[in-house]
């Protein structure tokens, strides 16, 4: 099937998540490959971007890594063939004022028990007046049920948003959710899938010998992005404090 087809894009308005397969060359994922290593080990640095969702506080093992805004630290990435597609789909199904917000990685290190609880996206972001919004999870390893590929609880964006509480300080915000109303979707290197920003969602810990790496591209409007950046956020975990005292 057409990754531009109708059928795709009524598919995503009706469950909020669509799986594409083979997005990215061999070629192509061998670069992110790299690139994604040398963050993984700071060859750059990501003062004030890098976290464990997990909420470990070791600083010598992180379990669930999450780097903000490579293509901050790394402009030229936005010229690279993931971000040029990434904008096309997100266009494709959310119309054309649609721009990149924020770029992540996420790494769930090799015999991780800890799993990405289930949560809306949405519950993370400021409440905006247009809530088209959209993140495209890019595998770059094999992601698999044993390692923490991602499952969707189909239609879910169509509800009103859940409750979300945060167990912890510092650890990820999370809700009720389960396997049994959800859809698993296993990745090979180099496909995707995309949710809209209100389907619940989650990920199981990596029980495997290896890392399970994703590149994630986040989409909204233009007016949007701008509406959060006069509200002090930008996606680096700190509110500006010029706005945060408005």
């Known amino acids: ?10 598919f995503f308005e009706e469950n909020g998540y669509l799986k594409l397969t083979n997005i990215l060359d061999v070629k192509q994922v061998e670069f992110y490959d790299k690139i994604y290593n040398d963050f993984i080990n700071n060859k ?11 909420g470990g506080k070791n600083k010598n093992q992180e379990y669930i890594t999450q780097i903000m805004l490579p293509s901050k630290i790394l402009p030229f990435l936005k010229q690279k063939p993931m971000h ?14 649609i ?9 769930k290190a090799p015999h991780t028990s800890k799993e990405t609880p289930w949560h809306q996206d949405a519950a993370y972001w400021l409440d905006m007046p ?14 698999t049920l044993d390692n923490g590929c991602m499952w969707y609880t189909p239609k879910s964006h169509l509800s009103p948003l859940r409750k979300h509480f945060q167990p912890r300080k510092g650890g990820a915000l999370q809700c009720e959710g ?3 109303e959800s859809v698993s979707i296993p990745l090979n290197p180099g496909s995707c899938v995309i949710h809209h920003g209100k ?8 029980s495997t010998n290896s890392n399970r790496r994703a590149f994630i591209l986040n989409y909204r409007p233009k007016e949007m992005v701008e ?5 002090g956020y930008d996606h680096t975990g700190v509110i500006k404090q010029e706005n945060k005292n408005k």
């Open 199 to 206: 389907t619940l969602h989650y990920s199981r810990g990596n």
């Open 178 to 180: 389960s396997e049994k």
């Open 99 to 107: 721009i990149l917000d924020f770029d992540m990685l996420i790494n």
């Open 227 to 231: 509406f959060e950046r006069k509200n």
């Open 84 to 97: 040029d597609i990434g904008l096309k789909l997100a266009r494709f199904l959310l119309g054309d004022d």
């Open 130 to 143: 247009d809530k088209r919004a959209l993140s495209i999870w890019f595998s770059i390893d094999k992601a």
């Open 44 to 54: 750059y640095d990501t003062s004030g971007l890098r976290s464990d969702l997990s």
């Open 1 to 10: 099937m057409d990754t531009y087809s109708k059928e795709n894009k009524i």
